[in-house]
């Protein structure tokens, strides 16, 4: 049976049997992030609040910044999924005012940014997963390196770890993409190719998800490096992999005090990044909806998603449990 079809068959049976089912679960909401990895997200944990807890839910389009104030002025949304903490310096803020608590660590793995280089070049040439090798070797990544766009945080970074890698003196250029689809569309067509490519990416994104990419071997991540590395007059640039983001969902206080069996079930939902790189990889290639690509993850990991749930809970969701 075609995706598609299975989506809407899962999607029709589970709205037949909300309305019965909100008694057991007040009125929730939860914000759906601009980007793909957060919008499956809240599609899997509406979807498994509606129908394993009851609850009435009601989906917020928003961004970061906007939800975090909202949060602060109003107490809403109830849940914020995918936040990415360590580019929101209000959520401290509200985790210690209290007006927020954290759920769980959305992305087990964490957000991952670094440099890559595909898998067929390295099968090839060992050397290639190192800076040495591309260093000793430009010619075999194509003498280039595809960075992110202008003005975002990556840009500089790049820039500066580019020259104390010494692969600017090795006669890496560094080309500036100038959107996330353009630096995308590169990766995809050298892979479909087979041709050099070598540059910044970040996962999960189906991209990642769609083409086995080796990355690069960097000294780990170093805070004083890192953070003058971000400066555009860095005097003295350094060698320091990205940190580990930290990506998590939150819930307002008042509401995990409201609906503490919701509350339980967020803690424990967590996404590694090889289960949704290869949800938003599918998702890319079959023009799924954000609610398909849910019933897609929930379809090929029933055992990950029903261990998230109470026996309450999985008992009215056992027929998608197989």
């Given at each position: 049976?075609?995706l598609?079809?299975?989506?809407?068959?899962?999607?029709?049976?589970?709205?037949?049997?909300?309305?019965?089912?909100?008694?057991?679960?007040?009125?929730?909401?939860?914000?759906?992030?601009?980007?793909?990895?957060?919008?499956?997200?809240?599609?899997?944990?509406?979807?498994?609040?509606?129908?394993?807890?009851?609850?009435?839910?009601?989906?917020v389009?928003?961004?970061?910044?906007?939800?975090?104030?909202s949060?602060?002025?109003?107490?809403?949304?109830?849940?914020?999924?995918?936040?990415?903490?360590?580019?929101?310096?209000?959520?401290?803020?509200?985790?210690?005012?209290g007006?927020?608590?954290?759920?769980?660590?959305?992305?087990?793995?964490?957000?991952?940014?670094?440099?890559?280089?595909?898998?067929?070049?390295?099968?090839?040439?060992?050397?290639?997963?190192?800076?040495?090798?591309?260093?000793?070797?430009?010619?075999?990544?194509?003498?280039?390196f595809?960075?992110?766009?202008?003005?975002?945080?990556?840009?500089?970074?790049?820039?500066?770890?580019?020259?104390?890698?010494?692969?600017?003196?090795?006669?890496?250029?560094?080309?500036?993409?100038g959107?996330?689809?353009t630096?995308?569309a590169?990766?995809?067509?050298?892979?479909?190719?087979?041709?050099p490519?070598?540059?910044?990416y970040?996962?999960?994104?189906?991209?990642?998800?769609?083409?086995?990419?080796?990355?690069?071997?960097?000294?780990?991540?170093?805070a004083?490096?890192?953070?003058?590395?971000?400066?555009?007059?860095?005097?003295?640039?350094?060698?320091?992999?990205?940190?580990?983001?930290?990506?998590?969902?939150?819930?307002?206080?008042?509401?995990?005090?409201?609906?503490?069996?919701?509350?339980?079930?967020?803690?424990?939902?967590?996404?590694?990044?090889?289960?949704?790189?290869a949800?938003?990889?599918?998702?890319?290639a079959?023009?799924?909806?954000?609610?398909?690509?849910?019933?897609?993850?929930?379809?090929?990991?029933?055992?990950?998603?029903?261990?998230w749930?109470?026996?309450?809970?999985?008992?009215?969701?056992?027929?998608?449990?197989?």
């Open positions: 049976m075609h598609k079809t299975i989506a809407a068959a899962t999607l029709t049976a589970g709205a037949l049997s909300t309305t019965a089912a909100f008694a057991d679960c007040g009125e929730v909401s939860i914000t759906e992030m601009d980007w793909a990895s957060a919008a499956v997200v809240t599609s899997v944990a509406s979807f498994l609040m509606q129908q394993g807890y009851g609850c009435d839910v009601t989906v389009p928003t961004t970061t910044v906007p939800a975090m104030a949060v602060a002025e109003t107490g809403q949304p109830d849940i914020l999924t995918e936040l990415w903490t360590s580019y929101t310096e209000v959520y401290d803020d509200l985790i210690a005012e007006k927020l608590t954290e759920m769980s660590k959305v992305l087990s793995d964490g957000g991952v940014e670094a440099w890559w280089v595909p898998a067929y070049l390295v099968e090839e040439n060992p050397a290639l997963a190192t800076l040495e090798g591309i260093r000793a070797n430009p010619e075999l990544v194509g003498g280039l595809h960075d992110c766009v202008t003005g975002w945080g990556c840009d500089v970074t790049n820039f500066n770890n580019l020259k104390a890698a010494g692969l600017v003196d090795a006669g890496i250029e560094r080309f500036k993409h959107s996330g689809e630096l995308a590169a990766l995809a067509a050298a892979y479909e190719a087979r041709e490519w070598f540059g910044y970040w996962a999960p994104t189906s991209v990642l998800g769609k083409y086995p990419m080796v990355q690069v071997e960097f000294p780990p991540y170093d004083d490096i890192h953070t003058c590395n971000g400066l555009e007059d860095c005097a003295t640039p350094g060698l320091s992999a990205y940190p580990r983001a930290n990506v998590v969902t939150a819930a307002t206080t008042a509401f995990a005090e409201r609906e503490p069996a919701v509350a339980e079930f967020l803690t424990k939902m967590s996404f590694t990044n090889a289960q949704m790189g949800v938003l990889a599918a998702q890319e079959d023009s799924l909806s954000n609610e398909e690509a849910a019933v897609l993850f929930l379809t090929t990991y029933p055992d990950v998603w029903s261990a749930l109470d026996d309450e809970a999985k008992a009215k969701l056992a027929a998608l449990i197989k």
